[in-house]
């Protein structure tokens, strides 16, 4: 049976709030994104970072994807960003990318964190 694995490495500055904000934007994420089968693992790092919010990178492992999100950011643009990194992960995962894949993930980054938020998952 396939399934998704969520890992994280928190750094001092990750709040227990921060953590538990980033799990379930992730899940909502894999289940929104129809990734619940696709065997991936997605491990999570939380930290002040300089110059950019977020990063989406392919792990060491075969369907392992290293999310990377800076701390220091409001909680919509925190969500935001979470999801903007999880439409990279879908991308990936999926093989349905398009050119750097940023123009759909910045164009949904808003419009699924408040579709999350009316769905009460936060």
Known sequence: MKSTKITGV??????????EIARKTIKWCIKYFGLEWHNINIHVKIKQQKDCWGTCEEGNKDRSYIITVDSGQSIRDFVATIIHEMVHVKQYATGKWKGTGEREAEKLQYKLTDKLWKEDIL
């Open 10 to 19: 928190w750094t001092r500055s990750s709040s227990i709030h921060e953590k």
